[in-house]
């Protein structure tokens, strides 16, 4: 729902008659299931300015700064150990984000 409020904010703000195509990032530590996702998308822009948009999930990969080798690494899953010198002192720096990152309008 906070999606379709801040596509529904921005049609207000920019006078767009319609939106035609959403692009939004899911980090893999975002908490959200992304056959959830498009299904609830489908359901919740009925009735709205992004009624039959279409939707697209990119997917993004996790990183995390490891303290003990001054890198940033990818990792797999939040409590992985990190990949170049095996320490498990990391820090989350990419993976948690769940945004709009583009969008298609009609005006």
């Not at 990818?74 to 989350?92: F, G, M």
């Amino acid at each position: 729902m906070s999606i379709i409020e801040s596509l529904e904010a921005s049609a207000k703000e920019n006078n767009y008659k319609a939106i035609e195509k959403v692009w939004l990032e899911v980090g893999p530590f975002s908490g959200v299931e992304v056959q959830a996702l498009e299904f609830s998308f489908e359901v919740v822009i009925r009735d709205t300015i992004a009624h039959n948009a279409k939707l697209e999930v990119i997917q993004t990969q996790a990183s995390a700064w490891c303290f003990k080798c001054d890198k940033t690494v990818i990792v797999k899953q939040r409590y992985d150990a990190c990949p170049k010198c095996n320490s498990h002192q990391l820090t989350v720096t990419a993976g948690e984000e769940l945004k709009i990152k583009q969008i298609a309008i009609k005006e």
